[in-house]
Nanobody, 124 residues
Framework: QVQLVESGGGLVHPGDSLRLSCVGS????????MAWFRQAPGKEREFVAA????????DYADSVKGRFTISRDNNQHMLYLQMNRLQPEDTAVYFC?????????????????WGQGTQVTVFS
């Protein structure tokens, strides 16, 4: 059974940093492309960042480029999102997602497995 569990969310001030983690179990982690999405209250789930199976190719939403970094440790079955210079508009529930098939990195519909999410709140 595929399981993805996020952690690392919290309450921070603008300009602060957070590192989100996602541990995968029940599947061959290296065979999955992985991504982070987020969903703010009243808004649709939106793409944040994606990484290919080997960790050699990444993709970012324009809104987070230069501030967020996605990475993975296949030996530890871990996915990470380093978030720097956080802003109030980054407030959302952050989800990690995985897919064992090819697809558009930024489209949530191409990911078949999701975690439960972790809340990130940035407030002044």
């Amino acid at each position: 059974q595929v399981q993805l569990v996020e952690s690392g969310g919290g309450l921070v001030h603008p300009g602060d940093s957070l590192r989100l983690s996602c541990v995968g179990s029940g599947f061959n982690f290296i065979m999955y492309r992985m991504a982070w999405f987020r969903q703010a209250p009243g808004k649709e789930r939106e793409f944040v960042a994606a990484i290919n199976r080997l960790g050699s190719v990444t993709d970012y939403a324009d809104s987070v480029k230069g501030r967020f970094t996605i990475s993975r440790d296949n030996n530890q079955h871990m996915l990470y999102l380093q978030m720097n210079r956080l802003q109030p508009e980054d407030t959302a529930v952050y989800f990690c997602a995985g897919a064992d098939a090819r697809g558009a990195s930024g489209s949530p519909g191409t990911y078949g497995d999701w975690g439960q999410g972790t809340q990130v709140t940035v407030f002044s």
